[in-house]
């Protein structure tokens, strides 16, 4: 077919399909989900693929904000959100596309790749999200892969676990010697003769001196990581958080899950190494999803607030059984892990994290049952107060 006889036939065959009804027939082959919003937030239309993500029939949301979608806090920011949109232009998502999370009818969260596009029509303006389901291990590691690059996670973990061997292997030898050392000087105080106590005080300074080494190893771990590259830049926590819980849930992770967030807004502009913090808030939300895998009730909670002297808090909550007793005595040493397959590295490198931005990582009790672990980071200096 020419360009001509092409042109000739396309406006025809559109033309006829101006029914509600086709439109929607024709909306409804699209895959992923879409679903068109008034300027008020009102839901129009909900595609089949809506339908199928969600778990609502279309005649049980026409009519409801979309909103409805969303978990906390998003669900609450909405409406400010879109009138700020519509007075100012200025987008956060319109028109940029983001990894964000959902909420689906039965109340559990699921990562999305979320798109919004501004439907203005002669009359009327609206908004057409296009929303893909994450949740499916391929079609997440396909979508997440840039962002994945970003937070660098694999190569750090896995350089990580080279530097832990050689690490390992470095320590084993001073631990070696100290004990060999204190050993001869156990035997020789058996005979405690003038010429064996110098042996002793020998002994002693190597056993010392290997202490020290040992000692000098384990610095070398925490600057490798301290002075590993940081980019500090005035970034927004609740998109680090957002994207950190969608990476968290990937894989159906958060199945059964109660995730909720609370993000206040006047601790939202922070001066951090964005891909490090999000590191954190990933660790630390991995860590609860595994320590709630056996238990009943599952809620974890993520909650930022706005602390003395310029600091956000960011907190992770969760129902779990709360810490072993074990692993609390050396909390935040490397190594230090319950778990069979554990390295015991997250949480020291979370620490090291924290403390290379000045902020404070510590562990309490948590309200919901289980474990909260809370961190500060640098609130970004905003001269004038605007956002
Ligand atoms: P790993 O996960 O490899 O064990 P981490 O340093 O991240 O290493 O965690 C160390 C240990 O801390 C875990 O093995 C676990 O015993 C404990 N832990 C961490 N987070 C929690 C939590 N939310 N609830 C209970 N225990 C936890």
Redesign the pocket.
């Given at each position: 077919m020419t360009r001509t006889e092409l042109k000739s036939k396309r406006p025809k065959s559109f033309i006829a399909l101006r029914t509600a009804e086709e439109l929607h027939a024709l909306i409804d082959t699209v895959p992923d989900a879409m679903v068109i919003s008034d300027h008020d937030g009102a839901i129009q239309s909900f595609s089949r693929g809506a339908q199928n993500m969600f778990g609502y029939a279309e005649h049980e949301v026409i009519g409801e904000n979309v909103s409805l979608l969303m978990p906390s806090p998003d669900r609450e920011g909405h409406d400010q959100y879109m009138h700020k949109y519509l007075e100012t232009g200025a987008a956060k998502i319109i028109g940029i596309g983001r990894v964000t999370t959902a909420r689906h009818r039965d109340g559990s969260t699921f990562p999305i790749k979320l798109a919004v596009g501004d439907l203005k029509l002669a009359d009327q303006r609206g908004f057409v999200a296009y929303i893909r389901d994450l949740s499916e291990s391929r079609e997440t590691e396909r979508e997440l892969h840039t962002l994945q690059n970003e937070l660098a996670h694999v190569s750090r973990i896995s350089s990580m676990g080279s530097l832990a061997t050689s690490l390992a292997h470095e320590l084993n030898q001073p631990l070696t010697a100290v004990t060999n050392y204190a050993h001869s000087a156990r035997d020789l105080l058996a005979d405690p003769s003038l010429e064996n106590i110098k042996l002793v005080r020998e002994a002693m300074d190597e056993c010392a001196n290997q202490a020290l080494r040992a000692g000098q190893i384990v610095h070398r771990l925490r600057d490798f990581i301290k002075h590993g590259e940081t980019d500090r830049q005035v970034a927004s926590l609740g998109r680090i958080i957002q994207e950190a819980s969608a990476l968290a849930l990937m894989n159906g992770d958060g199945q059964g899950v109660d995730f909720e967030t609370e993000l206040d807004a006047a601790a939202d502009e922070v001066l951090v190494d964005p891909v490090q913090v999000q590191q954190v808030v990933l660790?630390?939300i991995?860590?609860?999803l595994?320590?709630m895998h056996e238990s009943r009730h599952k809620q974890l909670r993520v909650q930022t607030e706005r602390v003395a002297s310029r600091f956000a808090q960011i907190t992770?909550a969760?129902s779990?059984?709360?810490?072993?007793q074990k692993?609390a005595e050396r909390?935040f040493h490397p190594f230090?892990?319950?778990?069979a397959d554990?390295?015991?590295?997250?949480?020291?490198?979370?620490h090291t994290i924290v403390q290379s931005h000045n902020g404070k990582i510590w562990v309490e009790k948590s309200e919901l049952g289980?474990?909260a672990?809370h961190f500060t980071i640098p609130l970004a200096e905003v001269e004038n107060g605007q956002d």
């Open positions: 660790n630390l991995r860590n609860a595994e320590a992770v969760d779990g059984p709360g810490m072993n692993v909390l230090n892990t319950s778990k554990g390295m015991g590295l997250g949480l020291s490198i979370c289980g474990t672990f």
